[in-house]
């Protein structure tokens, strides 16, 4: 149409004209798009004036759902989007992509808009068809200003997205430092997990983030939390070796002999890793040498040892079931692989007995209670001499590989 045609190349002269000859004001050209909307896009601000004092209809919407108000949301155009909104634009529609104004504004870092559209009833806490809420995207494309902006407009500093993650994480994630301030300034909660379970601080330690460690802990993030394999900020620190994070994490009081549910400490994953200044550091603040306790087996009368079976026994024990063996997870973290050989007495009900088991060789001594584990938690069929049950003693061999 010449009118928009006219208006997107912001000819006001011609505008003028069209619109003193009777041109529609409110026509569309074959995308749906009107005069009002090419005028916001380009920011032609006497131009939009001069529509709106026309009858310029401020909610007509696109073929795909675009609003005049929406293009100024997109562009940054705060002064249009005000005037829009005191025509009584609608801040809380949606395009056909179920796409609102606001994230429009957020998506493009636009916070003056972003509290103009706030002002007028648009939602701070909104969510999208993904499950996102709208601080989410403002933490992830690292829009501080836009998070401070919807968090004075009400925002919820720990809304979760439908995945369980928050915004203080997925900032954490992106390094975005001034994003991670701005939402433990407005109290977001230093300690909230996501649904793996990890904490802010957790994810900055395992990515060797020393100034966003340093943030959190000044915000009062709990030094010494656990993800769910029970690693700690230390652990992670040192087992990929980020000597400034160890330091920081120590200075606040991470406990260097803190160990996950296998025994494993920070000392054990700098060791693995053979970080030799992370090991100095943890040693200085009083990491103790591992003790590695294995418990000798029992004496047990009245057993066939392996070679006797071997010579004596018609049927040798067979496995009837094994329960699945346990990976430790810091060896996983490590990518260490290896094996474990135990020795341990067969009763005459194939059942394992607790006090026979023996570790006769072992890669790490992380795998020993995984393998034990397996061990006295397996059931075997008896060994047989002539038809009669026998208790043995056998060896098996336990491979821990990385898949």
């Given amino acids: 149409m010449a009118l928009i045609t006219a208006v997107a190349g912001g000819d006001m002269a011609t505008v003028v004209a069209l619109l003193e000859q009777g041109a529609n004001v409110n026509g569309q050209a074959e995308t749906g798009y009107t005069a009002l909307m090419a005028a916001v896009a380009q920011d032609h601000t006497e131009i939009v004036e001069i529509l709106l004092a026309r009858g310029a ?52 870092g636009h916070s003056e808009v972003v509290r103009l559209l706030l002002q007028a009833g648009a939602d701070p806490d ?17 829009f501080a ?22 915004a203080l994480i997925s900032g954490t994630i992106g390094g975005r430092v001034g994003v991670v301030s701005a939402l433990l300034n407005k109290g977001a909660g230093p300690d909230v997990r996501n649904a793996a379970g990890s904490t802010a601080l957790l994810v900055a330690s395992v990515s060797g983030r020393s ?37 920081s994490l120590l200075a606040r009081g991470a406990d260097p002999n803190g160990s996950d549910p296998d025994g494993a400490t920070a000392l054990t994953a700098a060791k693995l890793r053979d970080h030799a200044d992370v090991v100095l ?7 103790r040498p591992e003790q590695v306790v294995r418990a000798d087996s029992a004496m047990v009368e009245n057993v066939l040892t392996p070679e006797e079976m071997e010579a004596v026994v018609d049927e040798p024990p067979q496995p009837v079931s094994t329960p699945p063996l346990r990976y430790p997870e810091m060896l ?3 990518l260490v692989e290896g094996e474990v050989v135990l020795d341990f ?7 394992v007995d607790s006090t026979s088991v023996r570790i006769v060789s072992s890669s790490h001594p992380l795998f020993d209670s995984a393998a034990r584990a397996v061990i006295l938690g397996s059931v075997y069929t008896p060994a047989r001499v002539r038809g009669e049950r026998v208790r043995v003693r056998v060896q098996q061999s336990l491979q821990f590989a990385i898949q």
């Avoid at 909104?126 to 690292?142: L, Q, T």
């Avoid at 550091?281 to 990491?287: D, M, P, Y």
């Fill in 57 to 108: 209809a401020v909610d007509t919407r696109s073929n795909d759902g675009w609003t005049a108000l929406a293009l100024a949301a997109y562009h940054g155009h705060a002064p249009l989007a005000a005037q829009l909104l005191q025509q009584g634009a609608d801040a809380r529609s949606r395009n056909d992509e179920d796409d609102s104004i606001l994230r429009q504004a957020i998506s493009s």
């Fill in 126 to 142: 909104e969510v999208d068809a993904r499950g996102m809420p709208a601080i989410m995207d403002a933490a992830i494309g690292g």
């Fill in 145 to 166: 200003d836009v998070v401070v902006a919807l968090l004075d407009g009400g925002a919820d500093p720990d809304v979760r997205a439908g995945s369980g993650m928050t």
């Fill in 211 to 247: 100034g966003l460690v340093d943030t959190l802990l000044a915000h009062g993030a709990d030094v010494n939390s656990a993800n769910e394999l029970g690693l700690t900020s230390l652990m992670l620190a040192s087992l990929e070796g980020y000597v400034d994070v160890v330091r």
């Fill in 281 to 287: 550091l943890l040693e200085e603040a009083g990491a």
């Fill in 332 to 334: 996983k973290q490590a």
């Fill in 345 to 351: 007495v067969i009763d005459t009900l194939g059942q």
